[in-house]
């Protein structure tokens, strides 16, 4: 008896950021999202090379889901690995960027993991702060990017 409490596993305290407006701004059904965004994915033909960077917009999927996909339309997965999605705070007044304070994306498509060591690297320099979780799952900006980035980016 005694002795120190155990340790809590690394799943037990990773902090996933929920996918907080799916089943509303679009759907929280992995499959149907899935066929979704590749059917509007299929319906566009690439007018250009591969992208490096995106600008797309992020309203609700039955407002921007069709025009979105002429941006993801553009990504060659092979070769990246990492992604940086930015967006603007619509609630929440920032005077710098803010990186999440979560482990990982949920969406219905399944997790994005982040990358915590590029957070870290971009906290100290000062021009970044931490969203905490309950502002973070309030904005829809940056969420409404990532179901498409795990379908152009096959799930890697």
């Known amino acids: 008896q005694g002795g120190a409490p155990p340790t809590p596993s690394a799943a037990a305290t ?34 250009a090379g591969t992208a490096r960077a995106l600008i797309a917009p992020h309203a609700g999927y039955s407002y921007s889901g069709p025009t979105a996909a002429h941006a993801y339309r553009h990504i060659d997965p092979t070769g990246i690995t990492r992604v940086f999605v930015l967006g603007p705070s619509h609630h929440v007044y920032m005077k710098n960027c803010a990186v999440t304070a979560c482990d990982a994306y949920e969406t219905p498509l399944g997790d994005i993991p982040i990358d915590r060591a590029m957070s870290a690297q ?20 940056i969420e409404m990017h990532l179901a498409y980035v ?3 980016m096959r799930g890697q």
């Open 14 to 47: 990773m902090r996933k950021r929920k996918a907080s407006h799916a089943g509303s701004w679009y759907t929280a059904r992995g499959p149907e999202l899935a066929s979704q965004l590749q059917n509007w994915l299929d319906a566009v033909a690439p007018s």
């Open 122 to 141: 971009l906290e100290a320099t000062g021009e970044f702060g931490v969203m905490d979780s309950s502002t973070d799952e309030d904005e829809h900006s």
């Open 150 to 152: 795990h379908q152009a």
